[in-house]
């Protein structure tokens, strides 16, 4: 009895310190939830899940250039990109990033966004472009396209949708760091030679402008036939909720941390390599 008056203080605290451990257990996990599935509604999974693709084309690309390559080079320039790129890995690094970079009541804010019914409309014509009947009906639009010109202000519309979304920008830039990756690697496993970032940038601006100059296109010809029947007050509506502030900044922290990430495992493939040798 003696003990528990003694020792009864620290049974409390004890009980209040596991108390709180599991709060705040709970408000990570809410966070961490919702991260992802903001990135999810945003379109930014689904950009990592189409990187794996990616590689394979850079690759079918690099094998049809005139410079030779043995089985042996060919896999660890694979290695090196399936790495850079990892899938889990981007993942993992832009839950972190957004964790520390928004506090739960941001993060509640923005996922209300995906509740309004305008953007669950969105999500289902979206969804409803999937099927290959509808991707032909999108390629005799685009042809219809040549010989009619969309009303100005809808053409903005989508334009300014797209460029809040970013996906367009972020797929670019994300395809773009990929070519810089692939020729760094080649650069090391044909000469040991180390391309500088300077050096990518002046060599891969043209292809930066058509990669860039491509993907716009066909996001305003999708964006345009996506709302063919939407009327202009409500494809507004959607452009003033992916305009709101704290979204903006999920989407360019997003943008940013990837590249971050991506860039900081480029510079660590010569060793990556050197070390897949010995």
Known sequence: MNILKRFGWMLVLLVSFQSGAQASDLETTAENLMIQNILKQAGVIE??????????????NLEATPVPFDAKELKVV???????????????????ALAKEFELEELRKIHQIFKQPQIKKFHNLQEGTESEYIRADIRSYKAKLKNTTPRGSRVDM?????????QSDIEADLKVELRKSLLTSVSWVKSNEVLEEKILDKELASYRQRVGEEIDGKALIFYLYLFKRTPSNQLNELVTAFGEPEFLRFMKIS????????????SQIPENISLAEN
């Open 78 to 96: 694979r290695q090196d990109l399936e790495y850079n790129f990892s899938t889990p890995t981007l993942k993992k690094t832009l839950m972190a």
């Open 255 to 266: 943008h940013n941390v990837m590249l971050s990430s991506i860039r900081e495992a480029r």
């Open 158 to 166: 989508v334009v300014k949708l797209d460029e809040n979304l970013k």
């Open 47 to 60: 950009l990592l899940y189409q990187i794996p693709d990616w590689i394979d084309q850079e690759l079918q």
